[in-house]
């Protein structure tokens, strides 16, 4: 009797965990939400739900500010390195991935002891070579430190190493060169950890605040972090129904993205390497 109560109480206890968990989680987002539908004249630390839901606040946030150009900016900058992420990590942790040539341990070691260094000690040297470059105050110049990101190499290696080597054997057989097996075999094999590094990428260049505010200048440059930080400026008097509109605008596409990757995110590198 009691190995029964037992075995019922585990998954009892976990299923509470996960909601605390749950709870913990969603409950900032939920009210940064509710508080986004509050009318100018409610209390937002009074109660719960809003006592009369409008989206006043987010028409007030497209007024404040030229949202259509911050997005524009900002999506510039996230597609470049969403693309440029793919395909450098996709090609250093194929070559990682790849035996019999020389240095690949000490190239691994390497890049492995850089994920040691926080931004913030590096950030001065980036800025220095930014503006060797030319390109301060410039898109580019926002996007070009986060253009390949050693975690995600990590992450291609670990995802080609996890591809059967049967399915490489019988490539070769087939006459299929080094590019043919990269693109027809491996790639493939790894869409699930694609999805990983398309959506990271993503959030990291959508996200960002500190590295914008470091390189841009001219406002018309602005990304949407750097645009939403005048919400709390002097002429909004710190209106916090203007400020969680105005992040929950800035949330919607990073939401949208991974429900549309969320498929091939939660597939496992395995198994969509047999399946291909």
Not at 35 to 47: D, H, M
Not at 235 to 256: C, E, F, K, S
Request: glycine share 8%; with cysteine.
């Amino acid at each position: 009797m009691s190995g029964a109560r037992g075995r019922r109480s585990g998954p009892v206890a976990r299923y509470l965990t996960l909601c605390l968990a749950l709870v913990v989680m969603t409950g900032p987002l939920v009210w940064q939400f509710l508080t986004s539908l509050r009318g100018r004249a409610e209390n937002v630390y009074q109660g719960v739900l809003p006592a009369h839901p409008t989206l006043d606040n987010y028409v007030r946030v497209a007024e404040s500010f030229p949202l259509p150009r911050y997005v524009a900016n900002t999506l510039v900058v996230a597609a470049l390195a969403v693309t440029s992420n793919l395909v450098f990590s996709a090609m250093g942790g194929y070559a990682l991935s790849r035996p019999g040539w020389k240095g690949r341990r000490a190239v691994f070691t390497v890049l492995t002891a850089t994920l040691m260094f926080p931004f913030e000690s590096v950030m001065v040297s980036m800025f220095l070579t930014v503006r060797g470059m030319g390109l301060v105050d410039t898109l580019i110049g926002v996007w070009l430190p986060g253009a390949v990101s050693v975690l995600n190499i990590m992450i291609m290696r670990a995802a080609f190493l996890a591809v059967p080597a049967e399915l490489e054997e019988a490539a070769v057989l087939d006459g299929a060169g080094e590019w043919t097996r990269f693109t027809r075999v491996f790639l493939p094999g790894a869409k699930g950890a694609l999805a990983v590094v398309c959506i990271t990428s993503f959030i990291g260049a959508w996200d960002d605040f500190l590295w914008p505010l470091i390189v841009l200048t001219d406002s018309d440059h602005y990304t949407l972090q750097l645009g939403l930080k005048t919400l709390a400026g002097a002429t909004t008097v710190n209106d916090q129904r203007l400020i969680a509109a105005g992040a929950m605008t800035a949330l919607l596409p990073m939401m949208l993205l991974f429900f549309a990757l969320q498929r091939f995110f939660f597939r496992g590198v395995a198994e969509g390497a047999v399946k291909s």
